[in-house]
Every structure is written in structure tokens, then in C-alpha cells.
């Protein structure tokens, strides 16, 4: 577990107006172990998961179900969870596969 994280979930609300308004609220923060997309046996193995760019994996926090309607935010970049695991399946750690969300307007 070598960096830091924000487990997310991201909101957007219509105003009495009608504009738009979207919050972030931070769910957990946690210590996570990232690894980018590269040759390794394990994305080899992923293929499935063609638009995955990262995958973390952290220890499982007691009371927080982490989704794919969630967001991971790390060293200032945001990611979209595309891939929930329980490794395998003791309930001490948890493995996601996430996109990185790149920015329409502007550059990231």
C-alpha cells in the first residue's frame, strides 16, 4: 500500500432553476496499492477489461460497499470504477479496476 486515495461518490442536482450543481462527497480515504495498465501476466490476464487503466487494491473498510457507482481520486487524478472484487473472497481486501476520466474541456 503505497499511496493515498479518496473512495468518491459524485452527485449532480437541479436546482428550483434549473442549473446544475454536482458535489463530491468523500466516502473513505484509504491507503491503496495502484498499478498502471501494462504487459504484466495480470492484465494479460484482464483482457476482458479492455478500458481499465489502473487497478488498486486496498484493504476492506468495515460499513463502506464500494460500486461501480463510485470514483477513486489519486495524486490529483480522478477514476471511474469499472471492476469490484473481493479478493478471493475473505473480506480482507478489495481489488478495483478503474478508468481514468480525462477531462473534455482543457487539458489534464
Known amino acids: 500500500m503505497n499511496k493515498f486515495a479518496d473512495i468518491k461518490t459524485i452527485t449532480t442536482t437541479k ?12 466516502l473513505a480515504s484509504v ?6 495498465r501494462h504487459g504484466s501476466e495480470k492484465w494479460a490476464n484482464l ?6 487503466t489502473d487497478l488498486f ?3 476492506a473498510i468495515p460499513g463502506v460497499v464500494v460500486t461501480t457507482e463510485h ?3 489519486c495524486e490529483g487524478e ?3 470504477i469499472t471492476s469490484v472484487e473481493n479478493v478471493k473472497g475473505r473480506g480482507m481486501y478489495t481489488e478495483v479496476l478503474a ?3 480525462v477531462s473534455s474541456v482543457g487539458k489534464s
Open 31 to 36: 491507503r491503496v496499492y495502484r498499478e498502471g
Open 47 to 52: 483482457a476482458a477489461f479492455s478500458e481499465a
Open 57 to 59: 487494491r486496498f484493504r
Open 99 to 101: 478508468k481514468k476520466v
Open 15 to 26: 436546482d428550483s432553476e434549473g442549473f446544475a450543481t454536482t458535489s463530491q462527497t468523500i
Open 71 to 73: 470514483f477513486i481520486e
Open 78 to 80: 480522478l477514476f471511474d
